[in-house]
């Protein structure tokens, strides 16, 4: 039972654009989200998030938004750079965690071309 | 400031046998996650520990199971291996449970 998913495994993008990435979830009991961004051989490093009561939160070039009532969010890299080609996970706490303990989407793989 | 390390980066075992993974956590952290990340997937948590007490388990028999130690450090330990256990696995550290995770590079398990 997959409660949190992003759709697209990849997503290649030209370096000075916008860079969207999408995810969903089913679980109206999340109140936190996440993203994060994994290189090869590295952990995944925390990136940008947004508490359930917010519809946005901004942050230099990344902003998310929430659209509660459609159970989605969205990360907007602009501009994108080359840097940023990275597997991106979107993820969730449920409200009545005692763990903080993250479920995360399947990732997509942005590519930005220079 | 040293951060998340796991060691070994990478192990080969065979099926039925028994692995442990170490994790170090950052400085100040109090708490360890785990997460089993297989290929192509989410990770997907499997335990934390918070001041060496398992604070929450994810669906993740029996034969997964943990331990944490008074400098904060934790090992996960894996008995009879089967073949789908074989994935990236990656510890968090944090200041309490339901803080900012930091994560370790991971060590892939191959099970042959």
């Known amino acids: 039972d997959q409660q949190v998913k992003q759709n697209s495994p990849s997503l290649s993008v030209q370096e000075g654009r916008i860079s969207i990435l999408n995810c969903d979830y089913t679980?109206?009991?999340?109140?936190?989200f996440l993203w994060y961004k994994k290189y090869p051989a590295e952990g995944p490093t925390f990136l940008i998030s947004?508490?359930?009561?917010?519809d946005k939160n901004e942050d230099g070039r990344f902003t998310v938004f929430l659209n509660k009532s459609a159970k989605h969010l969205s990360l907007h890299i602009v501009p994108s750079q080359p840097g940023d080609s990275a597997v991106y996970f979107c993820?969730?706490?449920?409200?009545?965690?005692?763990?903080?303990?993250?479920?995360f989407g399947q990732g997509t793989t942005l590519q930005v071309k220079p | 400031e040293t951060g998340v390390t796991q060691s070994p980066t990478h192990l080969i075992k065979t099926r039925g046998q028994q692995v442990t993974l170490r994790c170090s956590s950052q400085?100040?952290?109090?708490?360890v996650s785990w997460y089993q990340q297989a290929l192509g997937q989410g990770p997907q948590f499997i335990f934390q520990?918070?001041?060496?007490?398992?604070?929450g388990r994810g669906n993740f028999p029996p034969r997964f199971s943990g331990l944490q130690f008074p400098n904060y450090s934790s090992e996960l330990n894996v008995n009879a291996l089967e073949l789908d256990d074989s994935a990236l696995y990656l510890c968090?550290?944090?200041?309490?449970?339901?803080?900012?995770?930091?994560f370790g590079p991971g060590t892939r398990l191959t099970v042959l």
């Open positions: 679980n109206s009991m999340f109140d936190y």
């Open positions: 947004i508490s359930s009561i917010k």
């Open positions: 400085s100040g952290h109090n708490t």
């Open positions: 968090a550290s944090s200041p309490g449970p339901y803080n900012e995770q930091f």
């Open positions: 993820a969730a706490i449920h409200g009545s965690s005692n763990t903080g303990k993250l479920i």
């Open positions: 520990y918070y001041r060496e007490e398992e604070n």
